[in-house]
């Protein structure tokens, strides 16, 4: 009871408003939260790679007008990050530049892109006109579309009804005159009649590639004569980084106990829907127009989705709950698309390679399908890699951190405007920087990341073991810690710096992914020195340098055309699954065909990993 | 801003606490609400025919203790209507005897009753021991299945697993030992995983007669060797009767207030859910034991339940949304059973001749497949009428009411203990009255309301056009309206009473039915007198007497000898199509051989109507 009147007498924390003039938003915030919970809470775009905990320093802004909490210090128009501030007024908050989440894209206003898809999907359209309900003819409205389909096309005679079809037709036919778009997935059992449209609406199909940090989705035009045209695309954050960059840490804080497992779900579902609603506006279309999802991402995120349990997939000996590729009601798991629209999980592999990696292989086939020695890495958070030799594939998961897409880097950003791509080290030591678009650099995306480390490595700014040791102008103590300043701090843009921690995340994604090569060429008893032919795939993947690749060791040293960059292949595989029966069905062979290798429990990994850490020759 | 800080001087209602010992329930009633209310929002099994409109009288109580809103009358110990007393204290209440809905009985004490059912059921169930996840063997979990049942028994490798079967499968096999009972639906394309229990667990079936004023449910087991065993039944009124006891009312609600309709529809799943819950503990099981859901109303219920519109089917041409037979995911609705257990949906004829007649029909199929001709009827608030003739089935619908169950009649209850089931008067004008436990009369059941008003015409104390006009002891004002009393006020019991009010609504409901019967051999060009078997079905039509419903025009005047009483044969058939296939796929052919006659459309209708309301021969 002292407890209730003791509560009773506390004020709630005091709000505040925080405007974002260049969102265009006006958010409230609490005076107990910070700026960035307050911004992820209302669905603003900033970017947050440590999912607020202070850790990495991607959500970098300055608050222009107003107070926050740190008292004493000069804050006004510093660049702080989000994460470490608390309003004690109204605020007005700009967000720097590589801050900012990425925007939309769409393809359709050039009347869509070069990819073809070769088209032959699972989901079909027919529009009817039924004869109307009238007093002589009294059949149910399911029944007069049977009556139609018999007469004109028997072949979509459904075997099946869905039920919230069935809630769909009255409506539809009576504000329609009688005429509806019928919705059929094609099953092997037959035609299944999934839902009704207004007369004339696309049939769309909507494929996701559902990476641990970045999730990329394409708007496929799967009516009839369209070819899969793809309509549109486009990247969004994966709002689970909130829960940890990594896979292992989202596991952790999903096992035994439900709420976060189902709001690390729900998150997922929520860039899904956000996915799907951002790309349907953008070409004109409703999201119930979207008639079939086919979604790709390594196992965990799979499981993570479904709601299925994760306690037996994070410990020893990892095994997933379902491999199998598996058809789910988007509906069940809250995904706003049309009402009875399936969503299709790609199949898995085993441990963390999961159906992002199939998708990869899948897209990539025509280049490791001879009889030679291939590699397939997917660079990313995680990154699988699959080496097919003589027609064996082995395929094994390496947790390799955000650090080579710019995540977890305290100057690291997206590849975007302002991004540096390229750097390289003149004579004099001078810094050449490549900035995308040419202006002013903000930050390092994933490829300037590779080639930074790389040049500083070459100048012996970073030594054999990884630390800063060099001397020069760019380099010196910054915050207590060793850091090399690429740009100097302006009065609209912070500082972009490399610092000795950025140094050891690299370092240790390098070399789990290199230790995997290694891993699974001894597997396959073989020498990386035989591997004929090395695919990239991924994001970051085709805009990295080889050659920087190789100097810090990511990579074997092998001639250079050996390696092939591709870009997001899993994103390309996937769109074929959902254009594609055929395709599909490869998928899931290719699957089986995986032998799973479970790296961290080979004896000898450990030793591995150490031998690679470093930047010795 | 007025309004704002208006609303925020008012006060809020005070709450009462209400107690009910017979229940042992102690719940919660704002002074804004009637005890009625209160009880139906907390689960109480008051019965409530009207739903609350003070237009029955079937709710009735006394407060032994604490003040209702009622001043200046002596309402201590009287009987009254619960839904029209508001709290000013906290009460003690008591519910009449008559008002108190029935209990579960469960068979499973008597091992199971004497029917016994054509047992071939959709699921099928299978105890796999499989082996365990080892560091040798790192397949999926499902994986691990497949593989056992491929060793084991191949014929159930499944064709599909459900997404929600694969979250289960996890955690059980680690709970038991690796071991897990896989239940599967038999589909035309192959057997499909629907979920997994703990080792032993029994495989159960509901089925459920849905109907306009009562649910019934039965349990079956459906597990291999167990031949369809009946292990308990229980009934309970279905909630809807808050939105009025007709289909028209309900109908009304729910057009165009998607709210209503959504709250209408999940009366009607909580309704399934407490019955499944009840039956379940009843025999020692978990709802997660109920593997398939079988379900028959008339098309209205059904579409209520589906959460399908009704606008189309309340107005004329009367179509609905869909008629065959659907599988629906129980969990989708909203149905607590086995997370991947199916609902059926019981096939429909058209307008409102639903799932619950043509279940009826297959349960009577033996008493009227045969050359000559039949009329079947389903009597309840809504009455379906087949007619078949010839191997030619003819049905309608007729808006009969609740009366000859018991409800709105303001005495009326259900067939239990205390209820006046027969009654005639002697020849010195002394009501005999059968009381159900031979105990004091407490209420009239349906039965009862039929003898009493036979009884009643035949003594003349109610004349050839319907008015009470007869003299005699038992006869006199009852609150400004004329009544017969056939049991006197007592200490503990209200009077029981026949009003003019219930004349009526036997008139209208005998005439419905009588109409219909007309019509319908008027359609297959027929006189009434060329029937040779009329069987009755419905739980009232179990214990009518005939002769009382010959006697007040019920049904046409025929020899004794062609008439045959049924007990509930919506309930039995239901429960046949439950566990048999081949019983299921008769019921869908069933509803396509009736022929739908909508009689409202019938332009003499009208006037047949008119002419059967009478008592005169």
Redesign the interface.
Known sequence: MDTHSHSATQTRPRTHTLQFPELDRRIECREDETVFAAARRAGLRIVGACGGRGSCGSCVVRVTEGQVHREGESLHRKWLRACCLQPRSNLTVEVAPRSLAPIVRADVSTGGDAVTLDCDPAVRELTLQVPP???Q???????RVRRVLGEQQPALQP???D?AA??E???LL?AHDWRVSARFAL????PRLIGFARPGAPLLGLAVDLGTTNAAAFLIDLGQGRQGRRLASLGLENPQVAWGADLISRINHAIGQPATAEALRQAAVNAINSLAHDLARAVGAEVGDIAEVLVCGNTAMQHLL????V??LGR?????????P????A??LGVQVARGANLH?AP?V??FVGGDHVSALLATEPLWAHPGTSLVMDIGTNTEISLVHQGRIWSASCPSGPALEGGHIGSGMRAAEGAIERVAIGAEGRLHLQVIGGGRPVGLCGSGVLDALAAFVGAGWVDARGRITGSGPAIGMVDGIKAITLAEETQDIPAVRFTQHDVRAVQLAKSAIRSGVVQLAAEAELDETQIERIVIAGAFGAYLSVKSGVAIGLFPDLPRARFTQVGNAAGLGVQRMLASRERRERAARLATECR?V?LS?RSNFQKTFLHHIGFGH
Do not use: K
């Not at 598996?326 to 009601?329: K, N």
């Open positions: 309900a009238t007093l003819d009294l059949a149910s409205d399911t029944d075997t099946a009804i039920w069935a809630a037709l009255p409506g009576r099953r092997p059992g037959g479904a709601g299925w349990p306690a037996q020893a000996p990892f095994v997933a709950a379902m491999n199998e598996l058809d789910v009601p509906r069940e999980l898995c085993g441990g799973y479970e429990l």
